[in-house]
């Protein structure tokens, strides 16, 4: 029996891990990759060691972090997390780092989401959120494109997060979808005549476009009504 899987060279996986929990023991120890993605996916680890494309997933997330941000900061809504930011949902067998998360003030005061202190348990020191944030941000790239789009909106649904945000900038038309936990899944929110769809989460409507600035690179806006 292997002791360990090696992948790429890059990620060493113990061969011990048989559930979420021994998923989740790995991920907090010291033995835990510092780069690259590793996800937990209904019983399934999956690896994603490919950097982030500068434009189409970097510099465009970084404009999704600035307006989420400051309409959770004014609004005094909760707490926006990104990038290596583990979500565990027991229930779902899944523990995963979105891109963005959004938990409300309401969903931690009532312990539907807990937040998992660091070994040592100094204040204020946290690790990983456990439970069903209330809003989760994917932007699909290249090695991710399966994952984002099917595995993972299963995987949230299951865990009960209310609204599912996809983004892919990668080809000719940008794909920004918003969407509404219904009964059997994710259900794509109506956009309306200027391009808007309503985020119920955060009370807002969001429109995100796509253009090239002076130098001829891409940037991206998303607005806000």
Not at 13 to 21: D, H
Not at 81 to 87: A, E, F, M, P
Not at 93 to 117: H, I, N, Q, Y
Not at 140 to 169: C, I, M, N
Request: aromatic share 8%; charged share 30%.
């Amino acid at each position: 029996m292997a002791t360990s899987i090696r992948f790429e060279e890059q990620v060493e996986i113990p061969g011990n891990i048989r559930s979420l929990a021994d998923f989740r023991r790995w991920a907090a120890s010291e033995e835990f990759p510092q780069e690259g993605r590793i996800d937990y996916v209904a019983g399934c680890i999956e690896v994603d060691m490919s950097p982030e494309d500068l434009h189409t997933h970097g510099k465009l997330k970084t404009e999704l972090v600035i307006v989420l941000g400051q309409r959770v900061k004014q609004g005094q809504l909760g707490e926006l997390y990104t990038d290596s930011t583990r979500v565990s949902c027991p229930e779902a067998e899944l523990s995963a780092e979105p891109d963005l998360v959004f938990v409300s003030d309401a969903s931690l005061d009532d312990g539907r989401v807990g937040l998992v202190p660091k070994a040592g348990g100094a204040p204020d020191r946290y690790i990983e959120l456990e439970g069903p944030p209330d809003l989760v941000v994917e932007i699909v790239s290249d090695a991710s494109a399966r994952k984002d789009t099917e595995r993972l909106p299963t995987a949230y649904h299951r865990a009960g997060v209310q609204e599912f945000w996809l983004v892919d900038a990668r080809g000719r038309d940008l794909l920004f979808r918003i969407h509404r936990r219904g009964p059997a899944g994710y259900e794509p929110v109506e956009t309306d005549t200027q391009g808007y769809q309503y985020s119920a989460v955060l009370d807002c409507h969001y429109r995100l476009t796509r253009t090239r600035n002076r130098q001829g690179r891409l940037t991206f806006d998303l607005s806000t009504r």
